[in-house]
């Protein structure tokens, strides 16, 4: 059984390559657009039935009576099997066929969704007492989240295999930063959708329809993907855009050819002191990250006194304007730093710990839309660069996924830590029973010229390596 999955699902062959030219850049043209736009729809999709959560969570509790801790515990199941699924799906997906992986992470991504809404009703069915029926529910909806979580995390993987293969160093960072924003725009469209949805038909409808949706779209990624160029026999792309990144001798390319799969990742990844030192980055941009996202209403509430409906129009900004902040980092690096990310992230990461100090002390309220949007634009560019893109090209394109799986499972242990951390520190801060929100801006910050600090070890290692070629 596991060999037939496996053979479904295996990378397809290597075609012989077509040698006309005027053909090559026909179909190239052709499957890089229908390759992009499927992937940036897919990805965003994957948000509807990811972020739908936040909208059901206050139904969920009402109908059900949980207290917050234990509603706490869907989100912890879904940042647990997404932070170990990043990794493990990132090592399945470079040896897999994407046009059948990543439809299929987003179908069991929208049955898991699905079953997720009728799991009460099901349940119900079954004649338990009130207070076992309660237990019961609550872990089989963490179960189903948790199992959400893990397909979901099979989604980026198979993406940054997809663009790896099909776009090149000079314009990897354009187009990986636009392929990005549908972190943001599956974001804003699911509060969106979601939040009417519930609103006039109920929680599970905000689980149903974009469960629905997502089965519609996975059908629809198999039509649309295929797998690496070499697939459908045409060159690599460097060959096609005539800019070889690394020059290798036929001694390297040989021996690299003769590699297996566990010594290229051994090389690659588990022994390559740059992708542990992104990796190690990557937890303090995912603090700040999720920091923001998570405990910014928050703290406008405590901190700044501000009603919850302002708070909430204030932290829109987050990600409206990181779309900008994610395009424009791309877009930087490839064109007036030549395809180099480091001098990108080093902006960018000074803009983040400039932005937190703003937000402390600023004291005019309409300026904290301003100073909210920049620590959106400022923080997602790194977090498209350093995890993703930096990831992928300090290792090697038979490991892409794994690099990025790699990278990511530090990243949501930074998203964990940043739950704990920044709710330990404000009460650790505070007297007598009140919080201190001092304590969120204080680790943000903190995480923030940590992370700078690493990143300027990057970029001078990368400068280093520049120098010895020159």
């Known amino acids: 059984m596991l060999e037939k999955l496996g053979a479904f699902y295996k990378e397809p062959p290597v075609k012989e390559t077509i040698q006309d030219s005027e053909k090559v850049d026909s179909m190239y043209k052709h499957w890089r ?9 897919g990805y965003t999709i994957f948000y509807l039935c990811k972020k739908n959560i936040a909208v059901a969570l206050p139904g969920i509790m009402q109908e059900f009576g949980y207290s917050a801790t234990e509603l706490g515990l869907l989100g912890s199941s879904l940042y647990l099997t997404y ?15 994407v046009r059948k992986f990543l439809p299929t992470a987003l179908f069991m991504t929208a049955f898991a969704n699905i079953l997720f809404a009728l799991a009460p009703s099901v349940i119900g069915m079954l004649g338990f007492d009130t207070k076992i029926f309660a237990m019961v529910l609550l872990w089989t909806l963490a179960f189903l989240w948790g199992v959400s979580g893990w397909f979901q995390s099979a989604g980026f993987p198979a993406v940054a295999k997809s663009l790896t293969y099909w776009y090149s160093n000079s314009e990897r960072g354009t187009k990986w930063s636009l392929w990005s924003c549908s972190h943001q725009t599956g974001t804003f469209l699911s509060f969106i959708l979601a939040g009417h949805i519930a609103a006039h038909f109920g929680w599970r409808a905000a689980f149903l329809v974009p469960g629905t949706l997502a089965l519609i779209t996975a059908c629809w990624l198999y039509d649309r993907l295929r797998d690496r160029p070499q697939s459908l026999g045409l060159p690599d792309v460097e060959v096609y855009r005539n800019e070889p990144v690394k020059v290798k001798s036929e001694a390297e390319k040989k021996a690299e050819d003769d590699m297996t799969y566990v010594d290229i990742f051994k090389k690659y990844i588990l022994c390559n002191k740059t992708i542990w030192l992104l990796a190690i980055a ?3 941009v995912y603090i700040i990250r999720f920091g923001a996202e998570d405990w910014m209403i928050m703290y406008l509430s405590k901190a700044k006194g501000d009603t919850l409906a302002s708070a909430t129009n204030k932290i829109a900004s987050l990600p409206l304007v990181g779309i900008c902040g994610t395009v424009c980092a791309g877009v930087i690096s490839d064109k007036l730093f030549k395809g180099k990310r480091a001098p990108v992230n080093l902006l960018y990461l000074v803009g983040v710990i400039l932005s937190i100090i703003a937000l402390k002390f600023n004291t005019i309220s309409s300026l904290d839309y301003v100073i909210i949007g920049l620590l959106g634009a400022f923080t997602y560019g790194p977090q498209m660069m350093i995890g993703g893109l930096c990831a992928v090209e300090s290792s090697s394109k038979k490991v892409a996924s794994a690099a990025t799986g790699f990278t990511g499972t530090f990243g949501y242990v930074g998203a964990f830590l940043s739950a704990t951390g920044t709710g330990f520190l404000v009460d650790k801060l505070g007297k007598n029973g009140v919080e201190n929100w001092n304590g969120a801006i204080y680790f943000w910050l903190a995480s923030g010229i940590i992370c700078l600090i690493i990143c300027t070890i990057l970029a001078i290692e990368e400068y280093k390596k520049d120098k010895a070629k020159a």
Not at 33 to 41: M, N, V, W
Not at 85 to 93: C, E, I, P, Q, T
């Open 33 to 41: 657009l229908r390759i992009f736009y499927a992937c940036f729809i």
């Open 282 to 284: 990557y937890i303090f």
């Open 83 to 97: 932070g170990i699924g990043k990794f493990v799906n990132g090592v399945l997906a470079d040896g897999s066929d």
